[in-house]
Every structure is written in structure tokens, then in C-alpha cells.
């Protein structure tokens, strides 16, 4: 099967974060091609680390009372790993709060409206109605690239929901109570709970669907190599020695770029 690159912009530029849902049920035919599909991710010597429990029907139900119970008790939400830098970025920053402003926005509610922001919280436990909740785990323990081969898969496995003209929400927020998810899905301590996914039919007349944040430039986060660095320039950005006092950036030539790279921000949203 030969993909276009314009089917590939079409499908990932669709994506993004459903927070309401239609009604019906999604078919398990779907759920399961899309969850072969994504197992086609890479992960290193073909370890396929992920697991997911696909939670529906009367066990959604039984989960989400539980999570709301947790919030309503003012239960202190914590994740098991650290998913956001110690320092953190003010570029990141400022984009987190135009995309959390644009999503109270569209749902409605004034930023100095603390019990409609509390009943957005808890709307985000509710998995937004929808009616599939995916629940992502690795190994207890597990290291730093076993998160990128998650990310992997996950990818796929949103994509593939595009595909099928259904949404998604990734969601940190639920996995920040595992010990609830952990005891109604029969999880043990060596299982760390990473996130959970949101799925169903977007409802097309929700305005908060219709919300989809800015993402940033190509430049912003993609340097082009096409000469080696100066050596004094190189060294410098390896740490190999002080930069030298009369080392300059390197010249820059026609439509913007360097010549020997581009420079930007590598940073992401």
C-alpha cells in the first residue's frame, strides 16, 4: 500500500484532543485493527513494552465513580514519574497557557470561575462521556526510553483513530491516580500506570472540538546541517573547550539559512 505524503499531512494535522463525545458505542472490530496496527511501532529489540487495558460499558462506569470520588474527597492527585522538566521552559509555558485558556474558552469558563474550572477537572475523570477509556501501563522501573516507545505507539494508535473517524485525549490527569486504576483493573505494583486515552465519535456541534492550539514553526524547533561546523564553533557547543572570545555565529546565507545550519529554538508543543 503506497501512502501519499498529503494523506499523511491530512491524518496527523486532524488530530487533536477531543474533550466531548457523541453517543454510541465504538465497535470492537475497530478498536482491535487500530491497536494491531499501532503494535507496528518500533521499540527496541522488538521489546513491544506497552500494555493497555481497554475499559467499556459497566466497568467504565464503575472506574469513573471511583475517580470522582477520589476528587470529590479532595484525594491529592500524583503521578508515578516526573513528566515535566525541573527547569521549566517559558516558551512551553506561555503555550500551556494559551492552550489551557483556549480550552476553558471554548467550554465557556471565565478563568476566575473556580467551581466551573472545578467541574472542568472533573469532567477530565469522566473521560469527557466518552465511551472507551484506554488505559496505557509499562513496567514498574522501566527507563526513559521505554516512555519514547509508548509515545510510539500511542501515536499510532491516534492516528489510526483519525482514521477511523473517531477522537482521542491523551490524558496525564487520570493516570495521576493509579491506585484507583491499579484496584478496579486488577493491575499490580509492577505495572506503572502512564496515562490513559480517551475514545469515541467527536461531537461536531461541541465548540471546544473546534479548538485546536497553534503549534509552532518549523524553525522554532529544526536546525538544517548541510557544512561541518567551524571546529571552534563545534567545540563550543560540545563543551570540549571555553568558547573562544572572538567566536562568532557562523555567517548566514540566502532564503534565511546558515552556512553551515539554520538556527532556532528546539522546542515543541
Known amino acids: 500500500m503506497t501512502v501519499t505524503i498529503d494523506q499523511f499531512v491530512g491524518l496527523a494535522t486532524a488530530r487533536h484532543c477531543t474533550r ?14 487500530v491497536l494491531a496496527a499501532a503494535a507496528h511501532a518500533p521499540s ?7 500494555r493497555v487495558e481497554v475499559v467499556t460499558g459497566a466497568a467504565l462506569d464503575g472506574l469513573v ?12 492527585p500524583r503521578l508515578e514519574y516526573r513528566n515535566r522538566p525541573p527547569r521549566p521552559d517559558p516558551v512551553a509555558e506561555q503555550r500551556a497557557r494559551a492552550a489551557g485558556a483556549g480550552v476553558l474558552a471554548a467550554f465557556g469558563i471565565a478563568r476566575d470561575d473556580e467551581p ?3 467541574a472542568h477537572l472533573r469532567r477530565n475523570l469522566r473521560f469527557y462521556g466518552a465511551p472507551v477509556a484506554l488505559v496505557c501501563h509499562l513496567p514498574a522501573g522501566c527507563g526513559a ?11 499510532n494508535v491516534m492516528l489510526g483513530l483519525v482514521a477511523a473517524g473517531l477522537g482521542s485525549c491523551p490524558q496525564a490527569s487520570v493516570a495521576s491516580y493509579p491506585d484507583v486504576l491499579r484496584e478496579r483493573l486488577g493491575l499490580g505494583p509492577d505495572r506503572l500506570i502512564v496515562c490513559t486515552l480517551a475514545v469515541g465519535y467527536p461531537d461536531p456541534e461541541a465548540p471546544v472540538n473546534a479548538f485546536v492550539p497553534a503549534r509552532a514553526a518549523v524553525a522554532e524547533y529544526v536546525r538544517w546541517h548541510r557544512q561541518p561546523l567551524p ?27 546558515s552556512t553551515t545550519c539554520s538556527h532556532s529554538r528546539e522546542r515543541t508543543s
Open 145 to 155: 526510553g521505554t516512555f519514547l516507545e509508548l509515545g510510539f505507539f500511542l501515536q
Open 65 to 76: 465513580t471511583r475517580l470522582c470520588g477520589e476528587f470529590d474527597r479532595g484525594t491529592p
Open 116 to 118: 466551573a474550572r472545578r
Open 44 to 50: 527496541t529489540r522488538n521489546g513491544q513494552p506497552w
Open 20 to 33: 466531548a463525545f457523541a453517543g454510541g458505542p465504538v465497535p470492537r472490530e475497530i478498536l482491535d485493527r
Open 231 to 257: 571546529v571552534p564553533w563545534a567545540m563550543a557547543i560540545r563543551g570540549d573547550a571555553a568558547e573562544p572570545a572572538a567566536v562568532r555565529a557562523p555567517a548566514v546565507g540566502t532564503a534565511g539559512e
